[in-house]
């Protein structure tokens, strides 16, 4: 097997949530964020919130829980040069769960409590000519518990994270067996403030460091680098900002948001490079019923390596195994209350094909995705 072959599981197995993504960043959480084009940095989501901006979910009456999931449907093909054509990764279907608990706990003070599914992806190549029996699986979930505090029509929320990742790579040379996980610590802090009809929201993202041993440098070797690599493999940085107009039954959200790949440890050894993040959303609702749409873009943080240290190792790296290259996401969404507590909830994302080139590997990605969850209100 070629050493760029050997190594398809390394950074497909590291990436969290690849598809659909910024970078391999889900582009938001929850069904209602998502029928919006991620955007809810500055317009509340209820307890789906908690991860987004903290501050958020002080928009809850009472008590809110929210709980369903997202399945994941990537499509990535890939054309090694070899005359083969491409071929394409049989894992094309993953589920990612969701559940959320907000409640108002005094005067002004609100607590939560939330667990997310922010990864469930790897590939197949079984049967195919990148086979060598290669199978990938990386899972990631966050625990989080948001407390928020209003003041007037400023709020300020913090969620404390506790973050799960494992990773497990099999081929037949493989020299790394079994899985490697490990827990890691975290929070996001966040503001937002009303004035009349519109809101402003303002959020940071701590990174978390995560170290699977013996998984990064042992499959590197096996690739053939020449330099030394370490097990880390950062959430990066991030810092956003929203603004939100309501009026009526409209209302329109636009976010912005910096993911700090070139300085997170692990994606910066394969040349990652910051993101700049637009969402926009439109949501129009009446009394029992909602309808939603958005867009969200970011550029590709993939760049040609060639020329740097284990360049065209990483150029087939980035683009056989972690091929974060989708930039265009196309949302639809909506709600539907049976009663004034219960409500269920679904959107639709997809990202067209998006082709790259790199060092003698092309590879081809496309994407979409459901999300449905239900929302109940005491």
Known sequence: MQPYVTSIAVITALSTALYATNGDEL??????????????????HGAESALINPALITSVKSSEVSFGGTVMMPSVETDVGTGDGF?????????????????????????????????????DYRGTNLNDNLTSNMQMMQFGLPIAYQMGSMSFGITPIIQYGALDISYDSSTTKGAAQDLALGYNVGAAYTVDALTFGAVYKAPIEMTYKGQISRMMIDSGATATYSDNLERPEELGLGVAYQAGGHAVALDYKRINWSDAAGYRDFGWADQDVYAIGYQYSQSNWALRAGYNYAKSPISDQSGKTDGVVINQLNLLAFPAIVESHYTLGGSYAFSKTMSVDASYVYAPEETMSLSGITTKHSQSNITAQLTINF
């Open 87 to 123: 071929v394409k990764s049989d894992a094309d279907l993953s589920m990612a769960p969701a559940i959320a608990i907000a409640a108002k706990a005094g005067e002004n003070l609100y607590l939560g409590v939330g667990m997310w599914g922010t990864a469930g992806m790897g590939v």
């Open 27 to 44: 582009i938001g959480l929850g069904a209602k964020t998502r029928g919006m084009g991620g955007a809810g940095i500055a317009l509340s």
